[in-house]
């Protein structure tokens, strides 16, 4: 994927290390990536036909029982995947698998699965939890607008810029550079989509609210879902000194829930649009039977 000139990255977001992100090996995912894949699953019902075939963008990262979940909900359909890291291939099973469970997991009856590129076109593009992390989203937006067919549609979730509030709040109070980078509005991303030749957009969202035992177990999970991509973040490795000082804070000035749990906020944005048929430039002609504008007429109000 690579920017066209005019998109300048994501303010506050380090393409490098985004793009190291997107490469960093990972065999299992994020449970919250799972929670938000279920729920998106269920907008499916709003949608008349199922698609014929789909592109799971980042499995791993979506969610690797969310891609077993579709694949029983569309049997019929032919399913393709984009990995950013190549070797996730033969660690998942779509090579000869050494694992039991992850060949049942890639690998099914019928249509099998394929591995998606840039000139593959689908019904549908599923890309859950990943959008938040792209420092060029306008040049992913065309680029999956390329891969979809024209009637079908893309899907997607990522975070909203409500996200983390209580731990920015830790940091803000400490006199830190903020935790992650800004993350984008919902209208945001209604505008990017129409900009990138979709149609249509729907968007809404949901705050999820999680709680942790320990500052420690909040960092350990906060891990799994992704690195903090600000430019204004410290450079370098931290030491250990840091992580107690990180985790002492959390402690102290991090929001609780009623049960004295550390509480700690997702606001997650979703979003779909269409492919819908190309309009004719200015001044080309178009050519209307004689029955087709009698029937147009007689449908006009007067």
């Known amino acids: 994927m690579i920017p066209t000139a005019e998109e300048a990255p994501v303010p506050g977001l380090d393409p490098v290390a985004a793009r ?40 791993v990262l979506g969610g690797l029982e969310a891609h077993r979940q579709l694949v029983e909900r569309l049997p019929e359909a032919q399913a ?51 959008l938040h992390h792209v420092a060029h989203p306008q040049t992913l937006l065309r680029q999956w607008h390329r891969q979809v067919e024209v009637g079908g549609f893309l899907m997607f979730s990522c975070l909203g810029p409500d996200s983390l509030a209580e731990l920015r709040a830790v940091y803000a109070r400490e006199g830190w550079p903020a935790p992650a980078h800004s993350f984008t509005d919902m209208h945001d991303w209604g505008d990017m989509l129409v900009h990138g030749g979709f149609a249509e957009p729907v968007m809404d969202m ?45 402690e102290r000035y991090g929001a609780r829930a009623e049960d004295g749990r550390l509480r700690l906020s997702f606001e997650i944005t979703y979003g779909h649009a269409f492919k819908a048929q190309p309009r004719p430039a200015r001044g080309d002609s178009q050519s209307v039977s004689v029955d087709d504008m009698r029937a147009m007429l007689r449908s006009r109000k007067p």
């Open 80 to 130: 393709h995947v984009w990995l950013e890291d190549q070797g996730a291939l033969e660690r998942l099973g779509l090579e000869p698998a050494r694992r039991g469970w992850a060949r049942l997991l890639w690998m099914r009856q019928g249509k099998g699965l394929a591995l998606g590129n840039a000139d593959t076109t689908v019904a549908m593009v599923w890309a859950n939890m990943a």
């Open 20 to 59: 190291r992100w997107a490469r960093l090996r990972r065999d299992t995912s994020p449970w919250l990536h799972e929670e938000v894949a279920r729920r998106m699953m269920e907008r499916l019902q709003w949608f008349r036909d199922p698609p014929a075939s789909w592109l799971h963008w980042e499995p």
């Open 206 to 250: 949901e705050r999820i609210t999680l709680t942790y035992s320990s500052a420690a177990a909040m960092l350990e999970e906060l891990r799994g879902l992704g690195r903090n991509l600000n430019t204004e973040r410290a450079p370098g490795s931290r030491s250990r000194g840091w992580r107690q000082r990180l985790e002492q804070s959390i």
